[in-house]
Protein backbone atom coordinates (compact mmCIF):
# COMPACT_ATOMS: atom_id res chain seq x y z
CA UNK A 1 0.00 0.00 0.00
CA UNK A 2 1.11 3.81 -0.76
CA UNK A 3 3.55 2.88 -3.33
CA UNK A 4 2.17 4.00 -6.54
CA UNK A 5 3.30 7.50 -8.09
CA UNK A 6 0.24 9.21 -9.36
CA UNK A 7 -1.30 12.92 -10.21
CA UNK A 8 -4.76 13.78 -9.18
CA UNK A 9 -4.26 16.66 -11.77
CA UNK A 10 -5.06 16.43 -15.45
CA UNK A 11 -5.20 19.51 -17.58
CA UNK A 12 -6.06 21.60 -14.30
CA UNK A 13 -2.35 23.50 -13.69
CA UNK A 14 -4.29 26.46 -12.57
CA UNK A 15 -5.87 24.58 -9.38
CA UNK A 16 -2.58 22.63 -9.25
CA UNK A 17 -0.93 25.61 -8.82
CA UNK A 18 -3.07 26.70 -6.14
CA UNK A 19 -2.88 24.12 -3.98
CA UNK A 20 0.42 24.04 -4.14
CA UNK A 21 0.60 28.02 -2.71
CA UNK A 22 -1.60 26.56 -0.19
CA UNK A 23 1.10 24.07 1.33
CA UNK A 24 3.63 26.70 0.89
CA UNK A 25 2.05 29.17 2.60
CA UNK A 26 1.72 26.82 5.96
CA UNK A 27 5.39 25.76 5.36
CA UNK A 28 5.85 29.88 5.46
CA UNK A 29 3.70 30.37 8.29
CA UNK A 30 5.54 28.12 10.43
CA UNK A 31 8.93 29.34 9.95
CA UNK A 32 7.71 33.02 10.87
CA UNK A 33 6.07 31.32 13.82
CA UNK A 34 9.22 30.40 15.26
CA UNK A 35 11.06 33.13 14.18
CA UNK A 36 7.93 35.25 16.07
CA UNK A 37 8.05 33.24 19.57
CA UNK A 38 12.28 33.53 19.40
CA UNK A 39 11.14 37.49 19.46
CA UNK A 40 8.97 37.61 21.84
CA UNK A 41 11.08 35.87 24.34
CA UNK A 42 13.67 37.79 23.84
CA UNK A 43 12.30 41.12 23.30
CA UNK A 44 8.62 40.94 24.15
CA UNK A 45 6.17 42.95 21.86
CA UNK A 46 9.08 44.12 20.05
CA UNK A 47 8.94 45.75 16.11
CA UNK A 48 10.52 42.53 15.26
CA UNK A 49 7.82 40.89 16.59
CA UNK A 50 5.09 43.03 15.32
CA UNK A 51 6.69 42.72 11.70
CA UNK A 52 6.99 38.95 12.18
CA UNK A 53 3.36 38.24 13.54
CA UNK A 54 1.77 40.74 10.79
CA UNK A 55 3.56 38.46 8.16
CA UNK A 56 1.64 35.46 9.68
CA UNK A 57 -1.28 37.48 9.28
CA UNK A 58 -0.73 38.78 5.69
CA UNK A 59 -0.12 34.92 4.92
CA UNK A 60 -3.71 33.70 6.84
CA UNK A 61 -5.27 36.17 4.47
CA UNK A 62 -3.91 35.24 1.51
CA UNK A 63 -4.71 31.47 2.33
CA UNK A 64 -8.43 31.89 3.22
CA UNK A 65 -8.62 33.50 -0.56
CA UNK A 66 -6.45 30.75 -1.94
CA UNK A 67 -9.20 28.30 -0.05
CA UNK A 68 -12.13 30.18 -1.57
CA UNK A 69 -10.85 30.37 -4.98
CA UNK A 70 -9.83 26.40 -4.78
CA UNK A 71 -13.42 25.78 -3.64
CA UNK A 72 -14.95 27.77 -6.45
CA UNK A 73 -13.16 26.41 -9.03
CA UNK A 74 -14.24 22.98 -7.78
CA UNK A 75 -17.48 23.61 -8.06
CA UNK A 76 -17.95 25.98 -10.94
CA UNK A 77 -15.53 24.38 -13.55
CA UNK A 78 -16.20 20.50 -11.93
CA UNK A 79 -12.60 19.53 -11.73
CA UNK A 80 -11.46 16.36 -10.41
CA UNK A 81 -15.41 15.49 -9.52
CA UNK A 82 -14.20 12.23 -8.23
CA UNK A 83 -11.50 13.43 -5.84
CA UNK A 84 -13.26 16.95 -5.14
CA UNK A 85 -14.75 16.30 -1.85
CA UNK A 86 -11.56 14.95 -0.33
CA UNK A 87 -9.42 18.05 -1.54
CA UNK A 88 -11.72 20.16 -0.52
CA UNK A 89 -11.43 18.95 3.37
CA UNK A 90 -7.64 18.65 2.67
CA UNK A 91 -7.64 22.24 2.42
CA UNK A 92 -9.93 23.20 4.82
CA UNK A 93 -7.94 21.20 7.18
CA UNK A 94 -5.06 23.30 5.79
CA UNK A 95 -6.10 26.32 6.56
CA UNK A 96 -7.56 25.64 9.88
CA UNK A 97 -3.66 25.30 10.50
CA UNK A 98 -2.47 28.41 9.25
CA UNK A 99 -5.32 30.28 10.84
CA UNK A 100 -4.03 28.44 14.54
CA UNK A 101 -0.56 30.04 13.69
CA UNK A 102 -1.97 33.32 13.39
CA UNK A 103 -4.84 33.19 16.29
CA UNK A 104 -1.48 31.85 18.82
CA UNK A 105 0.12 34.61 17.67
CA UNK A 106 -1.85 37.74 17.84
CA UNK A 107 -2.68 36.12 21.19
CA UNK A 108 0.67 36.62 22.22
CA UNK A 109 0.24 40.13 20.81
CA UNK A 110 -2.86 41.04 23.02
CA UNK A 111 -2.08 39.37 26.36
CA UNK A 112 1.68 40.38 26.36
CA UNK A 113 2.37 37.27 28.78
CA UNK A 114 5.68 37.74 30.91
CA UNK A 115 7.25 34.42 30.55
CA UNK A 116 9.60 33.59 33.14
CA UNK A 117 13.23 32.85 32.02
CA UNK A 118 13.07 29.13 33.31
CA UNK A 119 10.44 28.74 31.31
CA UNK A 120 11.35 30.24 27.66
CA UNK A 121 13.76 27.44 26.46
CA UNK A 122 10.57 24.73 26.41
CA UNK A 123 8.39 27.41 25.42
CA UNK A 124 11.01 27.72 21.90
CA UNK A 125 11.42 23.80 21.83
CA UNK A 126 7.95 23.95 21.59
CA UNK A 127 7.28 26.06 18.78
CA UNK A 128 9.37 24.62 16.75
CA UNK A 129 8.01 21.34 17.44
CA UNK A 130 4.58 22.60 16.15
CA UNK A 131 6.32 24.45 13.41
CA UNK A 132 8.13 21.05 12.34
CA UNK A 133 4.68 19.57 12.76
CA UNK A 134 2.58 21.63 10.57
CA UNK A 135 5.52 21.60 8.03
CA UNK A 136 6.04 18.04 7.85
CA UNK A 137 1.84 18.10 6.94
CA UNK A 138 2.14 20.18 4.36
CA UNK A 139 4.48 18.21 2.65
CA UNK A 140 2.94 15.11 3.69
CA UNK A 141 -0.57 16.43 1.98
CA UNK A 142 1.74 17.81 -1.04
CA UNK A 143 2.71 14.26 -1.52
CA UNK A 144 -0.65 13.25 -1.75
CA UNK A 145 -1.14 14.83 -4.97
CA UNK A 146 1.91 13.54 -6.19
CA UNK A 147 3.28 10.34 -4.99
CA UNK A 148 1.59 8.50 -2.24
CA UNK A 149 4.84 6.27 -1.68
CA UNK A 150 6.09 9.18 0.61
CA UNK A 151 2.89 10.33 2.36
CA UNK A 152 3.19 7.59 5.10
CA UNK A 153 6.99 8.19 5.88
CA UNK A 154 6.04 11.77 6.54
CA UNK A 155 2.78 11.35 8.33
CA UNK A 156 4.63 9.50 10.21
CA UNK A 157 6.49 12.67 11.14
CA UNK A 158 3.88 14.40 11.80
CA UNK A 159 2.89 12.34 14.59
CA UNK A 160 6.12 11.51 15.98
CA UNK A 161 6.45 15.82 15.91
CA UNK A 162 2.97 16.07 17.64
CA UNK A 163 3.46 13.06 20.67
CA UNK A 164 6.98 15.35 21.19
CA UNK A 165 5.01 18.13 21.06
CA UNK A 166 2.94 17.29 23.84
CA UNK A 167 5.85 15.63 26.16
CA UNK A 168 7.02 19.65 26.12
CA UNK A 169 3.54 20.96 26.90
CA UNK A 170 2.88 18.78 29.64
CA UNK A 171 6.85 19.39 30.89
CA UNK A 172 6.62 23.14 31.15
CA UNK A 173 2.75 23.28 32.38
CA UNK A 174 4.19 21.18 35.24
CA UNK A 175 6.93 23.42 35.69
CA UNK A 176 4.62 26.22 35.83
CA UNK A 177 2.30 25.21 38.67
CA UNK A 178 5.35 24.05 40.69
CA UNK A 179 6.39 27.48 40.84
CA UNK A 180 5.71 30.38 43.13
CA UNK A 181 3.69 32.51 40.64
CA UNK A 182 0.37 34.29 40.88
CA UNK A 183 -2.18 31.32 40.22
CA UNK A 184 -3.55 33.75 37.43
CA UNK A 185 -0.16 34.39 35.53
CA UNK A 186 -0.02 30.35 35.99
CA UNK A 187 -3.39 30.11 34.16
CA UNK A 188 -2.84 32.30 31.45
CA UNK A 189 1.00 30.60 30.66
CA UNK A 190 -1.04 27.16 30.72
CA UNK A 191 -3.87 28.26 28.66
CA UNK A 192 -1.21 30.10 25.95
CA UNK A 193 0.86 26.83 26.18
CA UNK A 194 -2.44 24.92 25.22
CA UNK A 195 -2.88 26.94 22.33
CA UNK A 196 0.52 26.67 21.09
CA UNK A 197 0.48 22.77 21.58
CA UNK A 198 -3.66 22.99 19.53
CA UNK A 199 -1.31 23.59 16.26
CA UNK A 200 0.22 20.17 16.45
CA UNK A 201 -2.87 18.85 16.91
CA UNK A 202 -4.53 20.19 14.02
CA UNK A 203 -1.76 19.15 12.13
CA UNK A 204 -2.41 15.70 13.40
CA UNK A 205 -6.24 15.81 12.48
CA UNK A 206 -5.04 16.88 8.96
CA UNK A 207 -2.74 13.49 8.49
CA UNK A 208 -5.55 11.07 10.08
CA UNK A 209 -7.75 12.41 7.06
CA UNK A 210 -5.51 12.48 4.55
CA UNK A 211 -4.79 8.55 5.94
CA UNK A 212 -7.87 7.67 5.25
CA UNK A 213 -7.75 9.64 1.38
CA UNK A 214 -5.10 8.13 0.40
CA UNK A 215 -6.06 4.59 1.30
CA UNK A 216 -9.13 5.12 -0.51
CA UNK A 217 -7.30 6.47 -3.47
CA UNK A 218 -5.02 3.14 -3.42
CA UNK A 219 -7.86 0.93 -3.43
Excluded at 14 to 37: N, P, R, T
Excluded at 106 to 113: A, G, T
Excluded at 124 to 149: G, H, P, T, W, Y
Amino acid sequence: MFNMKFSVFSGTRELEGKIDQMHDKVIECSLFFKEAVDFYLKEKRSENYCRASKKIKIIEAKADELRREIESSLYLHNLIPDLRADVLQIVENIDKVINEFDEVAHKFYIEQPDIPEPFQDKFKVLAEQVSDCAENMAIASRAFFRDFSTVRDYSQKVYFLEHESDKTWASVKQDIFDSDMELAHKLQLSSLLKEVADIADKAEDCIDALLIFTIKRDI
